[in-house]
């Protein structure tokens, strides 16, 4: 987009590269220090680093295999791409399954983010997910070549990682951290559409109601001390409701994550902004 690379590494339910060309008139026009307390795929923070070179940049997530792995991408790209080759010549589906076990071990370390993202690339529909026990049961995915190896990706991500604070915290440990000079983006898990439309289990701990208003709590605190802010959500009553008085701007996001094919199409989204715009 506009001459900068996106280099996502992991796919992630909600990525927001899709929606970059949406997002652009929407950023503020000065800021020193960025947040991203739902890190995710990553697509916002690399737009950002290499658009606006803010002073100090903080990723954030409570997530910690994904946490590991951004901070294995940054310290140790060279290690993990070795062991993704390794992945990628004995990849099977019987191989997926000792794997997926091994994972479920929780061994930690980066051989723990090489075998995150091969069975990232390789299980059923790219969905991070974790049952009750905390363990990743999603089943292979039958591709004919996965990019299980992305080699210029992992290169380039590591190289804008450089500098950046990454940290496995609850997204309310920002309150305190974040000044008046600073843009913080919240992309959290969305507040479903209906009953049975959302796709929250990226861990056992789903993203309830409450968390929803304890985000609205911290965003109109952080709005307090005159940070510059943006959130994005479904677009549903509660949210409406939860941040009513703000910069309320909708966009068109295509949804990827669904098993019916018929549900995969283009919806509304909010973008929460608490500051005016040009557009």
């Given at each position: 987009?506009?001459?900068?690379?996106?280099?996502?590494?992991?796919?992630?339910a909600?990525?927001?590269?899709?929606?970059?060309?949406?997002?652009?008139?929407?950023?503020?026009?000065?800021?020193?220090?960025?947040f991203?307390?739902?890190?995710?795929?990553g697509?916002?923070?690399?737009?950002?680093?290499?658009?606006?070179s803010?002073?100090?940049?903080?990723?954030s997530?409570?997530?910690?295999?994904?946490i590991?792995?951004?901070?294995n991408?940054?310290?140790?790209?060279?290690?993990?791409?070795?062991?993704?080759k390794?992945?990628?010549?004995?990849?099977?589906?019987?191989?997926?399954?000792?794997?997926?076990?091994?994972?479920?071990?929780?061994?930690?370390?980066?051989?723990?983010?090489s075998?995150?993202?091969?069975?990232?690339?390789?299980?059923?529909?790219?969905l991070?997910?974790?049952?009750?026990?905390?363990?990743?049961?999603?089943?292979?995915?039958?591709?004919?070549?996965?990019?299980i190896?992305?080699?210029?990706?992992?290169?380039?991500?590591?190289?804008?990682?450089?500098?950046v604070?990454?940290?496995?915290?609850?997204?309310e440990?920002?309150?305190?951290?974040?000044?008046?000079?600073?843009?913080?983006?919240?992309?959290?898990?969305?507040?479903?559409?209906?009953?049975?439309?959302?796709?929250t289990?990226?861990?056992?701990?789903?993203?309830?109601?409450?968390?929803?208003?304890?985000?609205?709590?911290?965003?109109k605190?952080?709005?307090?001390e005159?940070?510059?802010?943006?959130?994005?959500?479904?677009?549903?009553?509660?949210?409406?409701?939860?941040?009513?008085?703000?910069?309320?701007?909708?966009v068109?996001?295509r949804?990827?994550?669904?098993?019916?094919?018929?549900?995969?199409?283009?919806?509304n989204?909010?973008?929460?902004?608490?500051?005016?715009?040009?557009?």
């Open positions: 987009m506009n001459g900068f690379d996106i280099p996502i590494f992991v796919k992630w909600g990525g927001k590269s899709q929606l970059l060309s949406q997002f652009e008139p929407y950023f503020p026009d000065v800021f020193s220090g960025y991203e307390p739902f890190l995710g795929g697509a916002v923070f690399y737009y950002v680093k290499q658009k606006y803010p002073e100090r940049i903080v990723l997530d409570s997530n910690k295999i994904l590991d792995c951004y901070i991408v940054r310290d140790s790209v060279e290690d993990l791409i070795e062991l993704l390794v992945h990628q010549k004995n990849h099977s589906e019987r191989y997926y399954y000792k794997i997926r076990d091994t994972f479920n071990a929780r061994l930690g370390g980066i051989d723990e983010s075998m995150f993202l091969y069975l990232n690339k390789t299980c059923f529909n790219g991070y997910r974790e049952n009750s026990k905390g363990e990743f049961n999603v089943p292979f995915g039958k591709y004919k070549n996965p990019n190896v992305n080699e210029e990706a992992l290169k380039k991500a590591s190289e804008l990682l450089q500098g604070d990454i940290v496995l915290r609850d997204f440990d920002i309150e305190g951290k974040v000044t008046g000079e600073d843009l913080v983006y919240f992309d959290p898990p969305y507040h479903p559409l209906s009953e049975t439309s959302s796709f289990g990226y861990t056992n701990g789903c993203f309830t109601d409450k968390d929803q208003v304890r985000l609205s709590r911290l965003y605190e952080l709005d307090k005159g940070a510059k802010l943006k959130l994005s959500n479904s677009d549903t009553p509660l949210i409406r409701e939860l941040f009513d008085g703000y910069n309320i701007q909708v068109k996001a949804r990827n994550i669904n098993c019916k094919g018929n549900g995969r199409g283009k919806i989204e909010l973008l929460i902004l608490n500051y005016e715009t040009n557009n």
